[in-house]
């Protein structure tokens, strides 16, 4: 009886994929439901965000190993001003201990892939960083990053760089999500 129900079901004429799910404009609340979950606060030390007393604070954006992001930048701009710091490459700046215990950073990992040996001068100042000052890191990609990772800082991980994570985790940074 079920082959028989089975073999009278007519063919759909557009199958339904997932893929397309991201791609059909009519699916945008479904869409941004799905990256609203995935967008993880993953570590907050002593409960230090969201950021408050946002005044007295000096931010800096960095982007080691990608361009800076517009559209981060005008959703963090909506609650502090801030400098920004790029690099190509798996970089931080020179900066000394004492100008960055005056500084919150926020380092935005764009869908990098750090390698424990090839960028172990990275891992090391980052690490180092997170210890001496605020400092939040944004993995826009893979997990695996963050196993390199010293306790001291504040993860926020999302899965996928686009404008809906982006948007998300500067709110999660200053309370808004």
């Given amino acids: 009886m079920a ?28 869409r941004a439901s799905i990256y609203e979950k995935s967008v993880v606060l993953a570590h907050n030390p002593e409960e230090r965000l969201p950021f408050e007393q946002l005044k007295r604070r000096n931010f800096h954006l960095l982007y080691p190993g990608s361009r800076s992001s ?26 000394s201990d004492r100008q ?24 090391t100042q980052l690490n180092e960083w997170g210890q001496k000052t605020e400092l939040v890191l944004i993995n826009y990609g893979p997990p695996g990053n963050l196993s390199l990772l010293d306790s ?7 899965f996928e760089f686009n404008e809906i994570n982006q ?11």
């Avoid at 981060?72 to 190509?88: I, L, M, N, P």
């Avoid at 001291?152 to 999302?158: E, L, N, P, T």
């Avoid at 948007?167 to 999500?177: D, K, N, P």
């Fill in 3 to 30: 082959k028989q129900w089975i073999a009278q079901q007519p063919e759909r004429e557009d199958p339904l994929e997932v893929a397309n799910l991201f791609q059909d404009p009519a699916q945008s609340e479904l």
């Fill in 70 to 95: 517009r559209t981060f930048e005008a959703y963090v701009r909506k609650y502090v001003d801030f400098k920004v710091y790029q690099s190509e490459a798996l970089l931080l700046p020179n900066v």
């Fill in 100 to 123: 960055l215990k005056r500084r919150s950073l926020i380092v935005c990992l764009q869908d990098v892939s750090i390698d424990a040996q090839k960028d172990s001068a990275f891992i």
């Fill in 152 to 158: 001291s800082m504040m993860i926020v991980q999302a």
């Fill in 167 to 177: 948007r998300l985790a500067a709110q999660l940074l200053f309370g808004a999500f």
